[in-house]
């Protein structure tokens, strides 16, 4: 700059394989205007790059080409003379430009590299690129996915939501995504048996059960045949009626907990077993839930009545939201009944 007055632009490719002090190296020279640095990287960079290098930055996401995109590029490459094939004759059919904007996945240089391998590795001219010839030239479609990248937790995350959302078509088709890209089916089990939870819960417990089982398939069987497993208890949990009460449940619990006072056992819940106990008033006044009729008898489990658990009108938890209001209402009416000086009994 001191020369000619005029600021160096540095372009650093794959700018997320710099570690954190090579970055940090670039700061001093980026936060003076001595250089323009443009970065390119892969990999998201809220991520790969450090805070005050990103902040000093302006961002810009370039996004996959469309098949049309890929299309006028490959004409463009059988017409040029200078960079392209346009010195070579081909005669491309419709069908192999389709295929290829296909299979290249929106990346130019896939299509460009198949194109020039189908056109090069012909025999005589003009060169006849049929479909045949595009799917010798491309052979497999090579799936972008980085097991620690963007991809990865977005393909996660469309899986779960579309469960979530009941949609089964979806959540199969993000599941092959995952499979086809070399994803470890232990993962994809796991995310399956958390759903199970979150999502379905009690609206129908078998859906963890299902789920559990796939995750031990894939543990004991692998692939390819683990993924009949996954397909099963991906189709079974999307197809699910959905309740998130259970989730709920625990983490309004578990900030109580953390927020709140903490609340003491009551003493005839407390454990009774050893000698002694007696003594201390441990388990005096616990009421054995078998000993009455259906198994259930009304008695204090917490020091002061707090609701945390709350059924939805679905599946097999409406069966359970019935029991609950059944015994809320059998409390309700015994409070109406008991004289004013008893003490009152808090619901469990």
Known sequence: MEETGRRTILFGDELHRFNR?????????????????????????????????????????????????IKLLLERALLDQERGLGAISVNMSPEAVDFLAEM???????????????????????????????QDSIQRKVLDYDATGDTHYDLASAFIKSMRGSDPDAAIYWLARMLEAGEDPRFIARRIVICASEDVGNADPQALVVAAA????????GLPECQLALAQAVTYIATALKSNASTLAISK???????????PVPEHLRDSSYGGAKVLGRGVGYQYSHDFEGGWVEQQYLPEARRYYEPVDRGYEAEIRKRLDARQQKHDADEEERPPSAEPATPS
């Open 104 to 134: 290249s996945d929106g990346d130019a240089r896939r299509a460009l590299t198949a194109l020039e391998v189908g056109v090069l590795s012909a025999e005589r001219q003009p060169v006849d690129f049929t479909l045949q010839v595009a």
């Open 21 to 69: 002090a090579q970055q940090d190296v670039l700061l001093p020279d980026v936060e003076e205007g001595r250089v323009i640095l443009i970065g390119a990287t892969t990999q998201n960079p809220f991520f790969a790059i450090n805070s005050p290098l990103l902040s000093r930055s302006q961002i810009f996401t370039f996004e996959p080409l469309t098949r049309q995109h």
């Open 253 to 263: 619990a578990r900030e109580d907990v953390r927020s709140g006072r903490t609340l």
């Open 214 to 221: 796939a995750l031990q398939a894939s543990e004991f069987v």
